[in-house]
């Protein structure tokens, strides 16, 4: 996990796994990239160049 501050929010980074192990529960608060992005009202897109143009032009 990398955890990085902006403004005055802490961000943490994980992977899937790490974000379970620290307690997110997939379908409650953790979920697929798609899937996120239609539950959403403001949608950042904060993955790497490689993930964006993966789901950019089909998710968004």
């Given amino acids: 996990m990398a955890q990085i501050k902006w403004a005055d929010f802490d961000i943490k980074i994980w992977n899937w ?6 307690g997110w529960i997939p379908g409650e ?9 239609n539950c959403g009202t403001i ?3 904060l ?5 964006q143009s993966q789901t ?3 998710h968004l």
């Fill in 17 to 22: 796994q790490q974000a379970m192990e620290d």
């Fill in 29 to 37: 608060k953790l979920f697929p990239i798609e899937e996120a992005i």
């Fill in 43 to 45: 949608i950042m897109n």
């Fill in 47 to 51: 993955l790497s160049d490689a993930a």
């Fill in 56 to 58: 950019w032009p089909t």
